[in-house]
């Protein structure tokens, strides 16, 4: 038979190995983590796609990123707010190719001197990290769209909406208390 399977010398029948109340249960446990964790499915799905393409730095977005970016960025990596930046000083720092050595002066003073290019190895083609980019991103979409799904049929159910909705207003909430921690 189809519903049977076989478990050592015995045979388990699976249609009655779970019972339809346990299996209600678990569906419903199901539903209300999934409502729960969907807003921050969504947030985590989205700052990773961007920061698989580096758009949280200046580097990757071309520019200062825009404030939204940043946030999501700093509470995906860091589990946190972002900093406030402090003001750009008046002092520029040593530049990337200086060190300091000492001057052969007494009392060890140091000076800046440049460093001079050494050789550098042949360039190794590494292999492109495109393909691998484009799947984390076709991966977010998928996420938040299984997310958003997933709200969208526990909402449809009169029987759980309540909770749904309540689970959903937590899900968003406690995230954002925690962070303000």
């Known amino acids: 038979p189809s519903g049977d399977w076989a478990v050592g010398r015995r045979n ?4 009655n190995f779970v019972t339809a109340q346990t ?9 209300y983590l999934g409502v729960f964790f969907a807003p921050m ?8 796609a961007l920061q698989t393409f580096r758009l949280q730095e200046e580097k ?3 520019s200062q990123p ?3 970016i940043e946030w999501m960025a700093s509470v995906h990596m860091n589990s946190r707010l972002p900093k406030a930046k402090p003001p750009a000083a008046g002092a520029k720092p040593p530049e990337a190719g200086a060190k300091a050595v000492e001057t052969g002066a007494q009392g060890g003073e140091m000076a800046a001197v440049g460093v001079k290019a050494e050789k550098k190895a ?3 083609k590494k292999p492109s990290k495109l393909p691998m980019q484009i799947f984390v991103t076709l991966l977010s979409v998928g996420l938040i769209l299984s997310a958003f799904l997933g709200v969208a049929i526990a909402l449809n159910n009169r029987a759980t909406r309540v909770v749904s909705v309540a689970m959903l ?3 968003s909430l406690v995230p954002i208390l925690l962070l303000k921690l």
């Open 12 to 15: 388990v029948d699976l249609e």
């Open 23 to 31: 299996m209600r249960r678990v569906r419903q446990f199901h539903l």
């Open 41 to 48: 499915i969504v947030l985590f799905a989205l700052s990773g």
């Open 60 to 62: 990757g977005w071309g």
């Open 66 to 68: 825009p404030a939204v």
């Open 122 to 124: 042949p360039a190794v």
């Open 169 to 171: 207003v937590a899900g």
